[in-house]
């Protein structure tokens, strides 16, 4: 397991993420990936008005390190996961998943059963 990175999520304010290709920009409470922008995913358009949505309401976006995905072997395929955590007050309140076939977990994402096992 890796170590948490302090700075993996940054205000965008703060980081160069729009010449930065280490950086993506979504909105802070994005739980499916409508909104992660990606510049070489994108058109130049899309990422202009990505842009200017940033510079106007920066304070509803988050600029997040990437990463490189890995697949985990599931009955249809290898598939890239996502885990999200609510949380209320800074506190624990619930978690998804879901999978999908692309690094890129958007819309199209299945969602799936998190299952704990009581740790004794």
């Known amino acids: 397991m ?3 990175d302090p700075n993996a999520s940054r205000d965008p304010r ?3 993420w729009s010449c930065d290709e280490s950086w993506l920009v979504k909105t802070a409470v994005c739980n499916t990936g409508d909104t ?4 070489e995913l994108m058109t130049a ?4 008005r990505t842009r200017l949505s940033v510079s106007l309401t920066s ?3 988050v600029a997040q390190r990437r990463f490189e995905s890995v697949t985990v072997p599931t009955p249809p395929g290898p598939r890239h996961v996502c885990v999200g955590v609510y949380t209320v007050n800074g506190r624990t309140a ?4 879901r999978l999908a076939e692309k690094p890129l977990i958007d819309f199209a994402a ?7 096992e009581k740790d004794d």
Do not use: E, F, M, P
């Open 45 to 48: 358009k899309q990422w202009l």
């Open 110 to 116: 299945v969602d799936a059963a998190l299952l704990l």
């Open 59 to 61: 304070n509803q976006w």
């Open 94 to 97: 619930g978690a998804y998943v």
């Open 36 to 39: 992660v922008s990606i510049r």
């Open 2 to 4: 890796t170590r948490c």
């Open 14 to 16: 703060h980081v160069s």
